[in-house]
């Protein structure tokens, strides 16, 4: 099963707010997948299990090495919030490291 960590700052307001939508929008596509929540210190690259990152905070550059990394601002703004979901989609039917 896919794996997406959706991270903010502080992992708790906006990373909630994300969760659901991502949840929502992954079942309403079929595509099933863990949506695990963290705060952006909480995570490190070497114990990262995730197949996609959505983030709302700068993530260092060497969880693109991993997983593929989503900017998540679109789904609090609202703005292009589509797109993001797409991505989202398509990064996860990719086969982990493309």
Excluded at 16 to 28: D, G, I, N, Q, S
Excluded at 32 to 50: F, G, H, M
Excluded at 73 to 81: E, V
Aim: with cysteine.
């Amino acid at each position: 099963m896919k794996t997406v960590y959706v991270v903010c700052a502080t992992g708790i307001a906006t990373s909630t707010m994300l969760r659901l939508k991502v949840e929502k929008y992954l079942e309403e596509q079929g595509i099933e997948a863990r949506v695990l929540q963290y705060r952006v210190t909480e995570i490190s690259p070497d114990r990262c299990e995730a197949d996609v990152i959505l983030a709302t905070t700068e993530i260092p550059p060497e969880f693109e090495e991993v997983a593929a990394v989503i900017n998540g601002i679109s789904l609090i703004t609202g703005i292009g919030q589509g797109e993001t979901l797409q991505s989202l989609a398509h990064a996860l039917q990719r086969p982990k490291g493309e």
